[in-house]
T-cell receptor, first 110, second 124 residues
Framework: QSVLTQPPSVSGAPGQKVTISCTGSSSNIGAGYDVHWYQQLPGTAPKLLIFGNSNRPSGVPDRFSGSKSGTSASLAITGLQAEDEADYYC??????????FGTGTKVTVL | QVQLVESGGGVVQPGRSLRLSCAASGFTFSNYGMHWVRQAPGKGLEWVAATSYDGDNKYYADSVKGRFTISRDNSKNTLYVQMNSLRAEDTAVYYCAKGSLPWGGGHSYCFDYWGQGTLVTVSS
């Protein structure tokens, strides 16, 4: 029962751009809490990809970018590469539920 | 470099208890909130519990409130979760995650480092 909603899947050809949405509400994203994004490669632990809505940790390629507006946020991957095939999760804080994750999106590189 | 190593997972019968541990290194453990996050087989991530940097404040997901207890020993750089009255739906890989802030709740923390996870299977 995730409180943040993501599309189950998105796909794109190598080199294309894909965007993943994360929709929340007035008790989480809309309340001003930051949104963070994680990449989970098959069989591995999640890895922080974007923090504080739009900031990349050291080592994360600038092909990945994040934004936030109102009660939603987005993760964009430009110049899609085969190695980007993974599950992606948004995360924020909810005043009622605590730490909350999105439902997750599987990115497929065609 | 930051390392988080979970242990204590295994197969347990419904209604029984299990304690997971997470040994931390590579950062000042006593300065940060720490969290447990779980992932059921084939499912998404679920935040489970958090503790503030000093262990004084603890937070739980509704799904585990009253059954799980998070704790930490800053002298041993170790995080724990005591899981009681386990149910089949608690079956998951449990990850230990370092919070980006000292607090475990009320703020926009992220999970900047994760352990490799330990599998808990609740089955008769």
């Amino acid at each position: 029962q995730s409180v943040l909603t993501q599309p189950p899947s998105v796909s794109g050809a190598p080199g294309q751009k894909v965007t993943i949405s994360c929709t929340g509400s007035s008790s989480n994203i809309g309340a001003g809490y930051d949104v963070h994004w994680y990449q989970q490669l098959p069989g591995t632990a999640p890895k922080l990809l974007i923090f504080g809505n739009s900031n990349r940790p050291s080592g994360v390629p600038d092909r990945f970018s994040g934004s936030k507006s109102g009660t939603s946020a987005s993760l964009a991957i430009t110049g899609l590469q085969a190695e980007d095939e993974a599950d992606y999760y948004c995360q924020s804080y909810d005043s009622s539920s605590g730490g909350v994750f999105g439902t997750g999106t599987k990115v497929t590189v065609l | 470099q930051v390392q988080l190593v979970e242990s204590g997972g295994g197969v347990v019968q419904p209604g029984r208890s299990l304690r997971l541990s997470c040994a931390a290194s590579g950062f000042t453990f006593s300065n940060y909130g720490m969290h447990w996050v779980r992932q059921a087989p084939g499912k998404g991530l679920e935040w489970v519990a958090a503790t503030s940097y000093d262990g004084d404040n603890k937070y739980y997901a509704d799904s585990v409130k009253g059954r799980f207890t998070i704790s930490r020993d800053n002298s041993k750089n170790t995080l724990y979760v005591q899981m009681n009255s386990l149910r089949a739906e608690d079956t998951a890989v449990y990850y230990c995650a370092k919070g980006s802030l000292p607090w475990g709740g009320g703020h926009s923390y992220c999970f900047d480092y994760w352990g490799q996870g330990t599998l808990v299977t609740v089955s008769s």
